[in-house]
């Protein structure tokens, strides 16, 4: 079912109204009026009109949408070509295959050349240290990515080449991609929190050519010696027998001795440098970031790619422990994020947007990235975390830069919403609009304090469901339609469409929820049936991994992996990953050899920073195996050893 049933409830202006229903769902607050007002979709009529079209006319659509961009050579075929269905043959999506385009042109040049926004403000960065901050406008901007892709030509960097960048949040790390999509190549970026290993991995499944990094930086109070740990993992690279000849690193801690000959760097010193950091160089291969870029020039002819070709990967786990390469393409990515952005977070020109994620995550290349500058908004671009120095950081750089619309994960909400309502409501928090979650769902606890202290009850609150693989929103509300449920991504994004299915891969039809709850309280599985335009391509080097992954379970479905009800109003609520679930019903379905040997209490689970269990972890304590590899993507790791030492002790 693709389009909401027509008795959506709602209640009246923000305030919630409490009805009768299972669980409290039948809570809706309606988009706040004054929101609606100039909202890109101002009603719930009009979403479903336009949802309505974007699925059954998704070339038309998407057609439409395309017009926006600047395309060098228009799609000479079909608009959509595509097979879901692995009984056919093989799994392919194209969009506006043989059209030819450059998504940093699109994002860059056309706002400043042609839209005139050369000297808007593209980042207000704000470093790990309050009081260091600087801004980079979309013509500084422009003319900084130019240089960098004449440095990365001059590295022999080519059309279709990977390139891996290992960096913290920091303007060269825009610069750094949007280089690489500019001439052509493949950027692999490895969230700066990860270890050596997990960088050597990466860098060894796509083989990198060339590393970007950086000398040091500071999470929080922890500094991190980024430079130490690339250089670890290159050695692992060189022991594996694949040696990467370049890596530039940008002296970001070390920004304040370049003084005033760092005329290539917008970036201010930063305050808080330390000597005691010792970066180790290895000639021959380590070039420093700001010599390069003195000598580049500042105009660079883009290299025109097909729709189809790769934009860049990026690596997600994968059950199996091996991550996989996600491949996202050109031309439907671009349309893709752009249109999201637009639309979930209604944007308006004067916007300033600041999505909390880093960019070594995919929310961070959607929607700090791409999405935003091809927009031309203005964004926030933070280095640090939201209780360094103290918890009130976040608040007081929503009043310094007056942001409108903000993002961020369940994570951090709940994380802040244990020092109470005062370090918030101390602040003005007057500009903002909307607020955004994404990342894992939400408990309604957490979004009604989002809504009621951050929000002050009069900003709807966007829940976004998407993964890695779409690129993109694919549930979501927006702001100026959609009636909200807390703890409901609620309804499908244009182009999207979601079904649910039962175990024996029927579709489920209408209410798929009430039957679920008396049952088992578990949920059926989410899946898409047709294409939208961000959705990945393949799995880099694995084609067959990408069609087994997501496609093989149920022919003709793009499967999520999520587990999804539907509530009566056709509001779809993600219930979390379906191999992090216990299916208390299990043993009556297949059998005695389904029965857990034993059952072990614990307080807490190993999860990543973003709150996804880590089944491989769990796996190995369960066999009392502690070789657990690479932990660097653990956020308490005291868990792990309270599992260890409890495993024996709860046996029945
Ligand atoms: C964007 C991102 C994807 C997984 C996804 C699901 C969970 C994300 C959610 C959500 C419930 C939301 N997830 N957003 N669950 N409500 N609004 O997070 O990508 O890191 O690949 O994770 O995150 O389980 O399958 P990624």
Not at 15 to 33: C, D, K, M, V, Y
Not at 53 to 65: A, H, K, M, T
């Amino acid at each position: 079912m693709g389009l909401p049933e027509e008795r959506v409830r709602s209640g009246s202006g923000s305030r919630g109204q409490e009805e009768a229903g299972a669980g409290g769902r039948a809570r809706s607050w309606s988009p706040p009026p004054e929101v609606s007002r100039s909202a890109h979709v101002p009603s719930l009529q009009r979403y479903r009109e336009l949802h309505r079209r974007s699925v059954e006319e998704p070339r038309e659509f998407w057609g439409d949408i395309a017009k926006e961009f600047y395309w060098k050579t228009p799609c000479p075929g079909p608009f959509l070509r595509y097979n879901f269905d692995v009984t056919k043959g093989k799994i392919f999506i194209e969009w506006m295959k043989g059209a030819t385009t450059n998504i940093c042109y699109n994002v860059l040049d056309r706002n400043v050349h042609e839209k005139k926004l050369g000297d808007k403000v593209a980042f207000y960065w704000e470093g790990n240290e309050p009081g260091e901050t600087t801004q980079i406008t979309y013509h500084q901007l422009l003319v900084q990515v130019c240089q960098f892709s004449n440095v990365l030509r001059k590295q022999g960097i080519q059309k279709g080449d990977r390139v891996a960048i290992y960096m913290p949040m920091i303007p060269e790390l825009v610069v750094a991609m949007l280089a690489c999509a500019r001439i052509g190549a493949l950027h692999s970026i490895v969230f700066a929190g990860f270890s050596s290993e997990s960088l050597c991995e990466r860098i060894l499944d796509s083989s990198c050519s060339l590393l970007i990094t950086t000398d040091a930086f500071y999470r929080g109070e922890k500094l991190v010696n980024l430079k130490e740990l690339a250089d670890e993992a290159l050695q692992k690279c060189q022991e594996k027998g694949f040696p990467v000849r370049c890596c530039i690193v940008v002296k970001h801690l070390g920004r304040a001795e370049l003084g005033m000959g760092d005329s290539t760097s917008q970036s201010p010193p930063i305050k808080r440098s330390c000597p005691d950091v010792q970066i180790s160089w290895n000639q021959g291969i380590d070039l420093w970031w700001h010599e390069l870029m003195q000598e580049a020039g500042d105009e660079c002819e883009p290299e025109w790619c097909d729709a189809e070709d790769p934009l860049f990967i990026l690596y997600t786990s994968g059950s199996t422990g091996k991550p996989k390469g996600v491949v996202h393409t050109v031309g439907g990515y671009m349309l893709y994020v752009a249109t999201t952005f637009k639309y979930v977070f209604d944007f308006h020109a004067e916007d300033v947007f600041w999505c909390t994620a880093d960019i070594g995550w995919i929310t961070g290349h959607s929607y700090v990235t791409y999405g935003p500058l091809a927009n031309g908004a203005t964004s926030v671009l933070f280095e640090g975390i939201p209780t360094y120095p103290d918890v009130n950081r976040l608040w007081s750089i929503v009043d310094k830069y007056k942001v409108t619309k903000f993002y961020t994960a369940p994570t951090a909400i709940r994380l802040l919403m244990k020092f109470g309502d005062e370090p918030v409501t101390k602040h003005s928090r007057a500009s903002l609009q909307v607020l955004g979650t994404v990342g894992e769902p939400i408990n309604p606890e957490a979004w009604l304090w989002y809504h009621r202290v951050v929000g002050a009850q009069r900003c709807p609150i966007v829940d976004t469901f998407w993964q890695t693989e779409t690129g993109g929103h694919m549930l979501t509300p927006l702001p100026g339609a959609t009636p909200m449920k807390p703890g409901s991504a609620t309804f499908p994004f244009f182009g999207v469409a979601p079904a649910i299915l039962n175990e024996s891969g029927e579709e489920l039809e209408g209410e798929a929820e009430g039957y679920l709850l008396l049952r088992t309280e578990t949920s059926w599985l989410e899946v898409f049936k047709q294409p939208w335009p961000g959705i990945m391509r393949t799995v880099y080097g694995n084609h067959e991994r990408f069609e087994t992954t997501y496609f093989k379970k149920f022919p003709g479905y793009y499967v999520t992996g999520d587990g999804c009800q539907r509530d009566q109003d056709g509001y779809y609520w993600i219930t979390g990953r379906i191999d992090d679930m216990l299916n208390v019903s299990v043993r009556e379905k297949i059998g005695p050899i389904a029965t857990p040997d034993y059952i072990q209490n614990a307080p807490g689970l190993p999860k990543t920073r973003s709150g996804k269990i880590m089944r491989r972890v769990l796996r190995k304590i369960a066999q009392n195996d502690h070789d657990l590899g690479d932990m660097s993507t653990v956020a308490d790791p005291s868990v792990i050893s309270h599992l260890f030492s409890h495993r024996c002790l709860t046996i029945q």
